[in-house]
T-cell receptor
């Protein structure tokens, strides 16, 4: 089954404790992306990757890191989480065709609470 | 700054009616347009994509695109209570990032 998986699905942590949210896709997609979703602000892109070892900042990259060492995986790293990073996080992936992206497919989401 | 604008709603329609959701975008270079449905706390789910001017129909859903007016819409015929969700409009220009609107909440009453 074609899918994007994220782990963990729910996470409660404390300020300053480093954490990693994993994302994996089995569709051989070149493009992967991380979003956060907050009430009233919609989906905002954190980082994206066009292919292995190619990453770039989205609209709200501060406080986050990513890496793309393998095509299927795109982990999101919070080196020192703060309460304002409490949010619902989504990973997404898509194929890149001639002329641009195809449809993005989303993972199930990770709900993060930083105390 | 690329922008995608949607009315936040809620848009309330009775069961069986046509729901009309609208979206405008600022980037004239946008080439690909998508409608996602999102239930509360769940991930966005693609329901329609449209790439050229005109109408595209898929079951009860019709997407309409007017690039000259920078306008894309989604019609849902025979609305059902299960259609109650937030609908997200999203656009892409080429290899650029996907830009989302903030979504319109649709409420379908039995």
């Amino acid at each position: 089954e074609a899918q994007v998986t994220q782990n963990p699905r729910y996470l409660i942590t404390v300020t300053g404790k480093k954490l990693t949210v994993t994302c994996s896709q089995n569709m051989n997609h070149e493009y992967m992306s991380w979003y956060r979703q907050d009430p009233g602000l919609g989906l905002r892109q954190i980082y994206y990757s066009m292919n292995v070892e190619v990453t770039d900042k989205g609209d709200v990259p501060e406080g986050y890191k990513v890496s793309r060492k393998e095509k299927r995986n795109f982990p999101l790293i919070l080196e020192s989480p703060s309460p304002n990073q409490t949010s619902l996080y989504f990973c997404a992936s898509s194929s890149l065709k001639t002329g641009g992206q195809e449809t993005q497919y989303f993972g199930p989401g990770t709900r993060l609470l930083v105390l | 700054q690329k922008e995608v604008e949607q009315n936040s709603g809620p848009l309330s329609v009775p069961e069986g009616a046509i729901a009309s959701l609208n979206c405008t975008y600022s980037d004239r270079g946008s080439q690909s347009f998508f409608w996602y449905r999102q239930y509360s706390g769940k991930s966005p789910e693609l329901i329609m994509s449209i790439y050229s001017n005109g109408d595209k129909e898929d079951g009860r859903f019709t997407a309409q695109l007017n690039k000259a007016s920078q306008y894309v819409s989604l019609l849902i015929r025979d609305s059902q209570p299960s259609d109650s969700a937030t609908y997200l409009c999203a656009v892409i220009a080429g290899y650029s990032t996907l830009t989302f609107g903030k979504g319109t909440m649709l409420l379908v009453s039995p």
